[in-house]
């Protein structure tokens, strides 16, 4: 039995080896990935022959910096949804970033202001972590109420408005349209980002206990990893990369805002994971695929608005995307259709 | 509810015959369960008898065979069919609603009320009358929630369903596993109650003793086979024993016989939430089976191991240093490898490649500064890839798509690369087909001839007998006796593990 069906996977991975460079190419960038190459080529093509404004370097470049806040959000969103969980506070923690940054900005300048802004982030991820796991709070609740929470705190401290100016500030200004080697800051931000995460997940061991622990966590534990450890340390990780998220807006708008340009970026986040091949239980998904389709999402809506579209059609096409992505996702995966989906 | 009260009803199955992904379940399997009769259906774990029960219930349909009701052929082919017949099984652990009343526990799916309307005064009335009618009164009461109830309480729900059904045909699948004495002696004359009311009643057990108090008739199976059935009083225990064993021991267990070594893993009065007062050791180089029934508490001894679960009270010893494990890590830490029951649900991940899960327990010992050294990774999956011929089109594929077999090599080959100085393996057979059992046979040989320490729990009799060089038997989560080798008979292992003049004795609380 066991020697019949070997024969044929042998056939199959030796048919593989002769085969053309294409086609193993095709195999190392991943079916998923080149469908959000092509799709992104056709959104691409199909806007710019409606409005050739689409192309000019300016448009590109508003994009770029458009899709570096919830590019950022989608990477570490990536993170936690690897190891098995979900956070859907990152909007309002870039929120409260963004006030408390604007806010000791004038007291203490640039620089402490954003490591201040951080530390902030890094304690909302602490609080929703601890919560997961020592207040057994499954992910999408224990956040889904830090979504709320931290929202509050950023509306409190700032009265609901927005707070401070940091427009005349050098640094802050170099981070909202500086740029090196004729690329915007914005941009490079989330590149070195993107990187860091990547080389993370496929290189370190902390990366590949990420990926055990949200492929099954009993394993993990019973193999020796640490897994109430990592699972705050993932939340601290995105509560620290949403505040960076959170300076930037700052940086972008010249003052803190608690709530406008944060608002709703936990979903576009998780969109943009699904849309990437991220599996939403845990353990399979990489930075790359979550990349292309921030990019899908931020050419969709740049298009959107650029061809006049009315706003309102924006949330019901992240909402379908979401929808749709998750539903290849279930299919794929071959689950019984009955009864509530596991 | 059921305005007219069903005839009594007498079962038979003829040829049963199921397999699971080529494994033979049953093969031409005759059942009866005549009406007025208590029918007990023995076997030692794997011998079919749940299969068979779940085929009664229409959880499963039959490959082969024919199911007779009544003198009338029927297919169930659905559990709500086989009840609709009034066939029912009583489960070990039934389904029990947690926060809503036992009065629509008994009713569920069957509320009363008109027009979608549910008085809770009716029902609770309704249950009361129901409970007095089947002598149940005192003992539940409609009113309490399913979460504050006893697992005999539960088990009472469960029977109350099937009464209430007036189900004619009725399976016990162990019953008395959490019961204690009263509950049983209670559960034991509502069985004979319901014999002499003219139903069918199956019996599924274990323990022997039970067998010669509630049942007329003893069915036997082994192997997914029928054995033979006795009347209950013109047999013996030691009768009942034999039909359950007695088989042959194949080539498979080919075993290099070494001088065991130092200590290597030793417990004293270890005491844990599940078992009590184990002591035991380990030497290197030898293989000790840890045997007994499902629920022995073998499983959670080994968790204890292994750090997963608190040591209460006594010792664990590694080459003699005394320990205590706040975690796995620490367990892994001082050399204790465990290879648990569940593959699936606790040991692989089930969406990585080979490679990655051969490699998670050694990543420390890949990599430098955080930083795993994919070169060395590499090498490690191809070597134990190798070295256990796990049967894979590359290391890259994900586990998911390997059979059962190579599955559980692929859990050996990540403790192998640990390199552990005690190995537990809990049930390191389970569903792997015959040829990759002689495989893992050959690897625990291999690594004890090495001198590793192996712990192996298994259920399965001639693995205990052909594998290992000492037998440690539990019952009911205490050590109830400890054969050697050349001592070991099936008929010792079983006697311990079942019989129950020492759990009489020693196990009250």
């Known amino acids: 039995m066991s020697t019949t069906a070997t024969v044929p996977a042998t056939d199959r991975s030796s048919r593989l080896h002769r085969d053309h460079g294409l086609r193993r190419a095709v195999l190392a960038i991943g079916v998923q990935n080149l469908s959000l190459l092509l799709a992104i080529t056709v959104l691409v093509l199909s806007i710019g022959s409606q409005n050739s404004a689409f192309y000019l370097t300016s448009n590109l470049k508003t994009i770029g910096m458009a899709v570096t806040i919830s590019g950022l959000l989608a990477v570490v969103q990536t993170v936690v949804i690897i190891m098995g969980g979900i956070d859907l506070t990152v909007g309002s923690v870039a929120g409260l970033a963004s006030v408390s940054s604007a806010m000791i900005f004038s007291q203490a300048g640039a620089a402490v202001s954003i490591v201040a802004a951080l530390a902030i982030g890094a304690v909302c991820g602490v609080i929703s972590g601890a919560i997961v796991v020592f207040g057994r709070v499954t992910p999408m609740i224990a956040t889904l109420a830090g979504l709320i929470a931290f929202k509050g705190v950023a509306q409190l401290v700032s009265d609901g408005r927005a707070q401070g100016y940091t427009g005349a500030d050098d640094l802050y200004i170099f981070l909202s349209r500086g740029s090196v080697i004729g690329v915007p800051t914005l941009v490079w931000v989330l590149a070195v980002v993107a990187v860091l995460v990547h080389l993370m997940l496929r290189y370190s061991r902390v990366g590949r206990n990420i990926y055990a622990v949200g492929g099954n966590d009993t394993a993990a534990r019973l193999s020796g990893v640490n897994i109430n450890r990592y699972i705050i340390g993932v939340f601290v990780l995105a509560g620290t990369v949403a505040a960076l998220a959170g300076v930037l807006i700052t940086a972008r708008t010249g003052s803190g805002q608690p709530v406008s340009g944060s608002e709703g970026l936990e979903f576009q986040s998780i969109t943009a994971a699904a849309l990437g091949g991220v599996a939403l239980r845990g353990g399979k998904g990489t930075i790359g695929g979550t990349i292309l389709a921030v990019i899908l999402l931020g050419v969709l809506l740049n298009g959107m608005s650029l061809l006049g579209v009315n706003p309102f059609w924006q949330n019901v096409a992240q909402g379908t995307l979401l929808v749709a992505a998750v539903v290849i996702q279930q299919l794929r995966s071959g689950e019984r259709r009955v009864g509530l989906p596991k | ?509």
């Open chain 2, 1 to 509: 509810m059921s305005p007219t009260p069903r005839p009594s009803a007498s079962l038979y199955a003829r040829g049963i015959t199921k397999s699971f992904a080529g494994v033979r379940a049953l093969v031409d399997v005759d059942l009866d369960l005549p009406a007025g009769q208590v029918t007990a259906l023995m076997g030692e774990n794997g011998a079919g008898k749940s299969t068979l029960l779940k085929i009664l219930s229409g959880d499963y349909r039959p490959d082969a065979g024919r199911i007779e009701l009544d003198g009338h052929p029927h297919a169930f082919a659905s559990p709500l069919e086989s009840r609709a017949m009034g066939v029912r099984v009583i489960a070990q652990e039934p389904e029990i609603v947690p926060y809503v009343s036992v009065a629509e526990n008994i009713y569920l799916g069957v509320l009363p009320g008109r027009f979608g309307r549910v008085s809770q005064r009716q029902l609770t009335a309704q249950a009361e009358r129901d409970l007095a009618r089947f002598g149940f009164t005192g003992l539940l009461d409609p009113r309490s929630r399913g979460v504050d109830l006893s697992p005999a309480q539960r088990q009472m729900v469960e029977i109350m369903r099937a009464l209430v059904d007036d189900a004619q045909v009725i399976c016990f699948d162990e019953p008395t596993s959490s019961l204690s004495e009263t509950e049983t002696a209670v559960l034991f004359a509502l069985i004979a109650r319901l014999r002499d009311e003219g139903r069918a009643i199956g019996y599924v057990s274990h323990r022997l003793r039970e067998i010669f108090q509630v049942a007329d008739v003893v069915t036997v199976l082994r192997d997914g086979r029928l054995i033979g059935s006795r009347l209950v009083a013109e047999t013996s225990e030691t009768e009942v024993v034999r039909m359950m064993v007695g088989r042959d021991l194949s080539a498979m267990y080919d075993r290099t016989r070494t001088q065991p070594g130092d200590v290597a893993l030793e417990l004293v009065g270890v005491t844990t939430e599940d078992v009590r007062d184990v002591s035991l050791t380990v030497r290197r180089g030898e293989v000790v089976a840890l045997a007994g029934l499902v629920g022995a508490g073998r499983t959670e001894l080994a968790l204890a191991i292994s750090g997963d679960r608190p040591i209460l009270s006594g010792e664990l010893r590694v080459d003699g240093v005394p320990r205590r494990f706040r975690s796995p890590a620490d367990a892994i830490a001082a050399g204790i490898a465990l290879a648990p029951e569940e593959r699936k649900a606790d040991a692989l991940i089930m969406v990585r490649s080979v490679r990655d899960n051969i490699s998670l327990a050694a990543l420390r010992q890949l990599s430098r500064l955080g930083i795993v050294n994919r070169a060395l990774e590499h090498d490690m999956a191809r070597r134990y890839i190798d070295q256990l011929r796990i049967r894979t089109p590359s290391m890259g594929q994900i586990v998911q798509n390997l059979s059962g077999g190579n599955q559980q090599k692929v859990v050996l080959a990540r403790w192998l690369a640990r390199q552990p100085e005690v190995l537990v393996l809990d049930e390191p057979t389970r569903g792997v087909d015959v040829g990759a059992k002689a495989e893992i046979y050959a690897i625990i040989d291999d690594l004890a001839a090495k001198g590793a320490a192996v712990l192996v729990i298994s259920s399965e009799l001639p693995e205990v007998l052909g594998l290992a060089d000492r037998i440690v038997v539990m019952q009911n989560g205490r050590v109830t006796g400890e054969l050697d080798r050349a001592e070991a008979t099936e008929e010792r292992i079983l006697t311990l593990a079942i019989a129950d003049h020492l759990s009489a004795e020693g196990a009250r609380p």
